[in-house]
């Protein structure tokens, strides 16, 4: 797992989400919203997930959809919905370029 770097924009945003909604730290949570972030445009969630089962993760689907749905509801990231399908993408103002983070 990645973990988190305290003077993150978006992980201090996901955290201060979550505590005010009394919900414990996941590393699985963090993990998703790194791995949007790290995608250039719009990605669907089974995408998104192919992904990281590719790298070697064990995450479920159920897991990524819930993370996706509280990162938006948290404002780090945005989702679109076009003939019956979610497109996430993570916020403008926490894009790698825009914490200092190579692409």
């Given amino acids: 797992m990645e973990y988190h770097d305290e003077e993150d924009p978006m992980w201090k945003r996901l955290n201060e989400y979550c505590t005010g909604k009394y919900m414990t730290y996941s590393e699985k949570r963090w993990l998703v919203a790194r791995s949007l972030r790290k995608h250039q445009d719009?990605?669907?969630?089974?995408?998104?997930?192919?992904?990281?089962?590719?790298?070697?993760y064990q995450i479920s689907l159920s897991c990524v959809y819930t993370s996706l749905n509280i990162l938006v509801e948290a404002g780090v990231a945005i989702v679109e919905r076009e003939n019956r399908r979610n497109y996430y993408m993570v916020h403008p103002g926490y894009t790698p370029?825009?914490?200092?983070?190579?692409?």
Avoid at 97 to 103: A, D, I, M, Q, R
């Fill in 42 to 56: 719009v990605i669907e969630v089974e995408d998104l997930w192919i992904s990281l089962r590719t790298q070697g």
């Fill in 97 to 103: 370029t825009s914490v200092g983070e190579s692409p």
